[in-house]
């Protein structure tokens, strides 16, 4: 077996066992949705979820904390890996690092890493925007269809 075949199921399995959508995991890895979804059975013990995936991360937007969590690890992955592009690798550095900060500090801000997924998606393909805060200065993602993310979800400015 090929380094690079080795190298995707490590990344599958180690997005299955994050809980990531396995429609999702096969578009970032190649892979077959069969065998994933045996791994997802093997790691989780139960059959993997199915049914109508989000639009977009908005749709995970119900809360200002939200909007804090999807903007922050938006603008840390653009920190860490300098690129919108999302791989598998990027992908659970920038998760992991996000919970790691985050969700030390409350357990309430670890991140469902699809949402993550979402938002990274969205802000590289122009569905969301990333805004700079005219009063506090923070970045934050932009949507002006949702009041929740119309203005600053720090200071409330624009």
Avoid: F
């Avoid at 991360?57 to 903007?71: D, G």
């Avoid at 890996?81 to 996000?98: D, F, G, M, N, S």
């Avoid at 997924?117 to 923070?138: E, K």
Wanted: hydrophobic share 40%; charged share 20%; glycine share 2%.
């Amino acid at each position: 077996m090929q380094l690079a075949k080795l190298e995707q199921l490590q990344y599958a399995r180690e997005l299955i066992q994050a809980k990531l959508r396995l429609s999702i995991v096969a578009a970032l890895t190649d892979l077959t949705l069969e065998p994933l979804r045996k791994m997802w059975k093997e790691i989780h013990g139960e059959r993997s979820p199915n049914g109508k995936l989000p639009e977009s991360a908005l749709s995970y937007v119900k809360t200002v904390q939200m909007v804090r969590n999807l903007s922050a690890i938006v603008l840390l992955h653009q920190r860490l890996h300098k690129t919108k592009e999302i791989q598998p690798r990027t992908l659970l550095q920038t998760w992991h690092a996000h919970n790691a900060l985050l969700g030390q500090v409350d357990p309430s801000n670890v991140l469902d890493i699809n949402a993550a997924y979402y938002a990274l998606r969205d802000v590289r393909s122009n569905l969301l925007t990333v805004m700079q805060c005219n009063s506090c200065r923070i970045s934050y993602i932009y949507d002006r269809e949702l009041s929740l993310t119309s203005h600053c979800p720090y200071c409330k400015g624009e």
